[in-house]
């Protein structure tokens, strides 16, 4: 029978069969290495999620033209490369292809994966505008972003070096209802993290099958890929998607508290606990509230 793992648990931590039983705790984090349609809009590079803003520019022909592309926080390096295909009307793919040749600034713990790294905010087109010139723009910001001192510093506070950091932040990114819950999405990773406890964060499951849904099969759990956080011990070999100011300063200043498990009941109700009967409490609210809408909608 198929088990409904809702999205936001320790993500979800939830499989009864590990969290049940825990490793011993360890005293250092140890921790693996690596891992929206686009909005066009007018403006100056700015971080942060995609606001309502003028969308196209009529050129002396009457024409309308995107002036500049938005990349919303959360996005993964698929869909920016889809959104930079369709802004500059390029073949499927363009994009994807044109790494090879971008020179990409990135860390070498990333392998020329820009995944993370594709920082979201609002970028110019220019006048010529080209894949390579978006992306390294973007992958510039990131670094502004992500290699100054107070990021640094916090990375190294938390035992970790920067990539962990964004890789922490993107699985925060992905994993928090509200940007007020990042700080604590982020102290779930480390209490499992120091406890030698998985992860089990199904927006690390949802990356590796390239999808986003609110429901996680026991089947699905056990997909073999370095991105199965049930399966796996540590972190995700890359970040799971490009993260924003807000989640990084989660990731590298979290919440303190003993939380281990987390389960959104509902818009605006997420619940962090570090009892597990509490939270299976919770996740069984969440699946009838669950059952409740899908009747209510069946019945409309």
């Known amino acids: 029978m198929q088990t409904n793992i809702p999205r936001r648990s320790a993500r979800r931590a939830r499989s009864a069969r590990s969290d049940r039983s825990p490793k011993s705790p360890r005293r ?9 349609i686009a909005l066009i809009a007018a403006g100056a590079v700015v971080a942060g999620t995609a606001v309502a803003v003028p969308l196209l520019t009529t050129d002396d022909e009457g024409e309308s033209r995107p002036t500049s592309l938005v990349i919303p926080e959360g996005w993964r390096a698929t869909q920016v490369y889809d959104a930079v295909d369709k802004t500059l009307a390029l073949p499927a793919g363009t994009t994807k292809k044109s790494l ?20 979201p905010a609002t970028y110019p087109l220019g006048e010529s505008p080209t894949p390579e010139k978006l992306l390294a723009a973007m992958v510039g910001t990131a670094n502004k972003r992500f290699t100054g001192a107070p990021v640094a510093a916090g990375a190294q506070r938390n035992a970790l070096n920067v990539y962990q950091a964004v890789t922490i932040a993107s699985i925060v990114q992905a994993e928090a209802a509200a940007k007020e819950d990042m700080g604590k999405v982020a102290r779930v990773v480390f209490n499992r993290l120091e406890r030698g406890m998985p992860l089990q964060m199904d927006s690390t499951i949802n ?12 089947k699905d759990t056990r997909i073999d890929s370095p991105y199965n956080s049930y399966q796996r011990m540590g972190l995700p070999p890359t970040p799971i998607d490009n993260p924003g100011d807000v989640a990084m300063t989660a990731a590298i200043n979290p919440t303190p508290g003993d939380w281990l498990y987390f389960v959104t009941v509902k818009p605006g109700d997420t619940r962090f606990t570090a009892d597990y009967a509490e939270h299976q409490r919770n996740v069984a609210e969440f699946n ?4 409740s809408a899908s009747k209510a909608a069946g019945a409309a």
């Open 28 to 36: 250092t984090i140890r921790l693996t290495r690596r891992g929206r």
């Open 100 to 119: 090879a040749k971008a020179d990409l600034k990135l860390p070498n713990d990333a392998e020329g994966n820009p995944e993370g790294y594709l920082f």
């Open 207 to 218: 990356y590796a099958l390239g999808r986003s849904t609110l429901d996680t099969t026991t």
């Open 288 to 291: 009838r509230g669950r059952q």
